[in-house]
Each structure stands twice: as structure tokens, then as C-alpha cells.
């Protein structure tokens, strides 16, 4: 009886990650052929996956179209290369001059630099439009505070009604969304609160709840929450025994329990019942605005506000704006990342392998559709940044042979591409095994 929903589980997992590979591969992939097309470079074969060919097809510019049996990759195979690596030169006797400038060594050195990049930057725009779209879709939340919904708790009097806007809370003047989270930190910690709103343009004083209470707005992939019954919407109304009415006092518990076990009171806004719920928090390294990282025990549980307030569509130039801060601060944070697990500062554990992912994309399609598409926009920003990394055989490599070449007027030897591409696999060969060993070894 057990095994069935395990093997579904799984089954939905491999999906769910071939999905999201697949769509990052080919966008990648897409990104070298045109560019490399615009550049009067012949690509001869486009391959999403690797091994047998399942399906094929020639268009009229010759290139065949394909997809293969293993979903683990893909590639772009130019005219003139000697492989799918684009290392080394076939041999291509009697080419005329037109002929050998639709091969890859026979473009300029311009034309192969920009199909080489083109990969990864078609990474980072598929993220930063994907980033643009969620956030459109979304909306923004409208100033001032306006009131679209109230959520359900167990020890608020419903005061508040939809069209309030808010106005102050404990006697401070709401300022613009923006800065709201840094207000509500300000505010005291308490089960009830003075608000002043304006209704049918009356002003009015009201009773209400701290505007961010112990309510579970989502739950992370792959934490200490992540497959309990916990729900969106539920609400945390001890921990421990101790009652909490903001999240902050959920948070500090947590935080404070030094990785010990503890005991959630949950109550279910559907069935207006309290339940029990055990955990044991998660040691986690999460990144800083400004840099850096901080060490703490979480359960994965996010936050929400008492209310939904008005959203607006933004602009399509601030949602680009938006997705491009994204794109940049996932680019931050894992150089960042990377620097400081080579220090020693964070654990190695923060690199996660091809298991690790696979459960990732699982937890973020069983999440919802806007979930699951968020996560290919940050796993595609991860992609082109891996590939941008100077190591042979990736495109980052390939990107310094170019300037080798701009700057000393030839390309390295073949002897000498051979070495460093043996080198380059051998690194990356190194970083999986390491990265796996961490999908089984790692908490």
C-alpha cells in the first residue's frame, strides 16, 4: 500500500525536473543557434537530450531538429565542429571561401564570441521575462493600505472590512508599502491593536490584530515543514505552549530552539480546530541584501499579513526592472555562495546535486503552476551562470580561448585544447560527485 504513493511521488518528481531541464536546455541551446544563425554560422544539428535519437527533422536551412532518449542536456552542433563540445575542427575538404565562413573556426572572432554567450544570456532573459510576468500577474500592492481581504484568526474580532483603508496603527501613520515591513517591526507585540482607518470616507478607530500574525503563508521545498499536513492559511497559535500572536515571536522560537524539536498549536481556519504539529527545525544558510550570509534554525514556514491589501498590474519597464534586480541578486548570491563555502563560513551542504534539484522541482510544481515556473526562472539564471564560469568545456571557457586569441591574434594550439578540456571535464566531473554525495549525505 505504501509503495504506490512513493512511486507516484517519484514518478511526478522525474517530470516535473525533466520538465524544467528541458525548457532551460532548449532556451539555452536556442540562444546559440540564432545568434550563431544571425552571425552566418550553419548550425547542422539541434539536440534536446543526449543519446539515441527518438524523433528528427531537417528544415530548409539543413539544420536537423531532434530529441533524444536521455533528457540530461542538449547541444548545438555547428558546421565544422568536430563535436557537440564545439572542440576541435572536423575535417571539411574543398570548402570555398563562403562555405568555410558558415563553419564555427571559420566565422570571425566576433561572430563566435556572441554565439558562444548567447547560451547563458538567453538564460537570464528567460528569467528576468518569467520574473516580469509572475510579478504583473501578482500585482503590486497599492498605496495607500487598502483592504481586499481579511483572513480568518482564531483571536481577532473581525473589525476590519473590505475597502478599509488603513491609515495608523498604534497611533504611528502607515507609511508606503514599500517601507510597511520595516514599520510592523516597530510596532509592540501584542494579541490586539489601535488602528485608525478611513470607511465611506469616514474616519473611524478600530480594534485589530498585529498586522503580521503567526499565519503560514507558504511552505518552502524541501524544509522541516515541507510533507506535513501544515497548510496555507493555518495559523500557529503556540509554540511550544507558549501562545504567539506575530510571527516574529514564531520565528525567535524557532530560532532559540537550537535544532531541537517543537511543537506547533495549528489552527485550521475550515474546521475552527486546533491540532499539534511536531518539527524539527532546519539549520540553513540564507543570503543578505547587502551580502554575505546568516545561520539560522528554520522550519520553512513564510509569513503573511492579517490582510490582503489592493494590488495593482504594474508597468511592463518596472516588472523588467524587477526581473532584472531578481536575475542579479541570484547571480549575488551565488558568488557569493561559492566564496563562502570555500572560506569555510557556511556548510558545503548549501550546494545541492541533480537529486536534490529533481526534489526541488517536484516541491515547487506540487506547490502550483506560478510556483513551479518561478523556480524554472531561478534554476535557468543558475544554468547561465554555471556556464559562464571559466572552466573548459563550458561556454565560459570557450569565452576566454576567444579573448586568448583576441589578444595574442590566433587560438590556442589543439594540443593545448585537449589538456585543458581534459582538465575541464575533470573539474566538473569532481563537482558532481561532490554535489551528489551532498543530495545523500547532506541533512
Not at 16 to 32: D, N, Q, T
Not at 54 to 62: Q, V, Y
Not at 243 to 255: P, S
Request: glycine share 10%; net charge negative; with cysteine.
Amino acid at each position: 500500500m505504501g509503495f504506490i504513493p512513493d512511486f507516484g511521488s517519484l514518478a511526478f518528481t522525474i517530470v516535473a525536473f525533466v520538465a524544467a531541464l528541458s525548457i532551460i536546455v532548449a532556451i539555452h541551446e536556442y540562444g546559440h543557434y540564432i545568434v550563431g544563425r544571425w552571425s552566418g554560422i550553419q548550425a547542422d544539428v539541434f539536440s534536446i537530450g543526449m543519446g539515441p535519437v527518438l524523433f528528427a527533422r531537417t528544415d530548409r536551412r539543413g539544420t536537423r531538429w531532434q530529441i533524444a532518449a536521455f533528457p540530461v542536456g542538449g547541444y548545438v552542433k555547428f558546421r565544422g565542429d568536430a563535436n557537440a563540445a564545439s572542440v576541435g575542427q572536423a575535417d571539411t575538404p574543398g570548402l570555398d571561401p563562403e562555405g568555410a565562413r558558415a563553419t564555427m573556426a571559420g566565422a570571425p572572432l566576433w561572430a563566435r564570441a556572441a554565439t558562444v554567450a548567447a547560451g547563458p544570456i538567453f538564460n537570464f532573459i528567460l528569467s528576468i521575462l518569467v520574473f516580469a510576468a509572475i510579478l504583473m500577474i501578482r500585482g503590486v500592492a497599492s498605496d495607500p493600505m487598502t483592504v481586499s481581504e481579511v483572513r480568518p484568526l482564531p483571536y481577532a474580532v473581525q473589525e476590519l472590512q473590505v475597502g478599509d483603508r488603513i491609515e495608523a496603527i498604534a497611533g504611528e501613520p502607515v507609511p508606503e508599502i514599500a517601507q510597511f515591513a520595516s514599520f510592523v517591526e516597530d510596532l509592540p507585540v501584542a494579541p490586539r491593536l489601535p488602528y485608525r482607518i478611513t470607511r465611506d470616507g469616514a474616519q473611524l478607530e478600530i480594534d485589530g490584530p498585529y498586522p503580521y500574525p503567526p499565519v503560514v503563508g507558504s511552505v518552502t521545498p524541501q524544509s522541516a515543514a515541507a510533507g506535513t499536513d501544515l497548510e496555507p492559511g493555518e495559523v500557529v497559535t503556540a509554540v511550544n505552549g507558549q501562545e504567539v500572536f506575530a510571527f516574529t515571536q514564531l520565528r525567535d522560537a524557532v530560532g532559540n530552539s537550537d535544532g531541537q524539536t517543537v511543537t506547533l498549536t495549528v489552527w485550521s481556519p475550515e474546521t475552527e480546530e486546533t491540532r499539534a504539529v511536531e518539527l524539527t527545525p532546519k539549520r540553513m544558510d540564507l543570503p543578505l541584501p547587502e551580502g554575505g550570509f546568516e545561520t539560522r534554525w528554520l522550519l520553512g514556514i513564510t509569513g503573511a499579513l492579517y490582510i490582503t491589501p489592493e494590488r495593482d498590474t504594474p508597468n511592463p519597464f518596472s516588472a523588467l526592472a524587477y526581473g532584472v534586480e531578481q536575475v542579479g541578486f541570484i547571480i549575488q548570491s551565488s558568488l557569493s555562495g561559492i566564496y563562502h563555502i570555500a572560506a569555510g563560513a557556511i556548510s558545503s551542504c548549501n550546494l545541492q546535486g541533480p537529486i536534490g534539484i529533481a526534489q526541488t522541482s517536484g516541491a515547487a510544481a506540487s506547490a502550483g503552476a506560478l510556483s513551479f515556473v518561478w523556480f524554472i526562472a531561478v534554476l535557468s539564471t543558475a544554468v547561465g551562470f554555471l556556464n559562464l564560469f571559466p572552466i573548459p568545456i563550458l561556454d565560459g571557457g570557450h569565452l576566454v580561448f576567444h579573448a586568448y586569441e583576441a589578444v595574442r591574434g590566433r587560438p590556442p594550439s589543439d594540443q593545448a585544447l585537449n589538456v585543458l578540456m581534459a582538465i575541464g571535464l575533470a573539474l566538473l566531473g569532481t563537482l558532481m560527485v561532490f554535489a551528489i554525495g551532498n543530495d545523500f549525505l547532506c541533512p
